[in-house]
């Protein structure tokens, strides 16, 4: 089956620094690179070069920094045909990253504010959505229902943690959040911050990722949560997109939500060897050879 990701695409702008700067500070850093980013687009690369046929829906303006937003997902072979030119300017963030792999990001959603829903094409029954929240809501809550009653299934990265309204989240096959944007969740749902907790008040399966600590799912069949792959991190940007595309992906090829998360988790752990965010996300072959 195929995975279409509704989402954000940006031109990141990445800074090597010693520290991240605190306010009012100005930190002196190595050579900067412009690379292609943004929570879909780097979802949707990784789901490509894990082996999913996927389609990329989003907008970017019409100027240079596009080529520069789209290059790796054309590398990976997305499909763009659903892809909007807008005179707004496209997506740009600005990316310090230290000498441990930290990173301080601030970002401006230029184009990725003029994404619609009404831009995906109709859904395949089976196939897989996946969205994040750098896109407006309002368009990912149409697109839930409407991916609801195409027979497609709706996973929604809640990055960065904004308000949906709890009808759209119980409407989604699956709800992903890492460990702040599940507590930001939580505390507006008066329940408890972990995975059990969340499908308890949602209804939904939930998977929480824990960053070095693994990640939890709860369901419901069953609860469980997976280590971490050992990892030698040179830059976390871009890891949880790389986890979120690669589960997609194995999902879209029928995995169970486990075994998914197993290969996620392994995929992440090359794309945080590596700097950047789209070009750091691993080769199908990559993540079989590391997994065994």
Known sequence: MSVTVFGSVNADLTFPVPQLPAPGHTVLGGAWRAVP???????????ARDGALVRFVGAVGRDPMAEIALSALRAAG??????AETDAPTGAACICVDGQGRNQIAVSSGANALARAAQVPPLAAGAILLMQMETPPAENVALIHRARAEGAHPILNLAPAAWLEP????????????????????????????AKGLHAALGVSIAVT???????????????????WPAHVADTTGAGDCWCGVLAAALSRGA?????????????????????????????????????
């Open 37 to 47: 980013g943004g929570k879909g687009a780097n979802q949707a690369v990784a789901a």
């Open 78 to 83: 997305a499909d763009l045909s659903a892809l």
């Open 167 to 194: 009808d759209a989240l119980r409407a989604l096959r699956l709800l992903i959040a890492n460990e702040h944007e599940a507590a930001w969740l939580a505390a507006r749902l008066g329940c408890s911050a972990d």
């Open 210 to 228: 824990l960053g070095e600590r693994g990640a939890e799912a709860a369901t419901a069949e069953a609860h469980w949560h997976i280590g971490a």
């Open 256 to 292: 169970p939500l486990e075994a998914a998360m197993h290969r996620a988790a392994a995929a992440a752990s090359i794309a945080v060897s590596r700097p950047g965010a789209a070009d750091a996300m691993p080769s199908a072959e990559e993540t079989d050879g590391l997994m065994g």
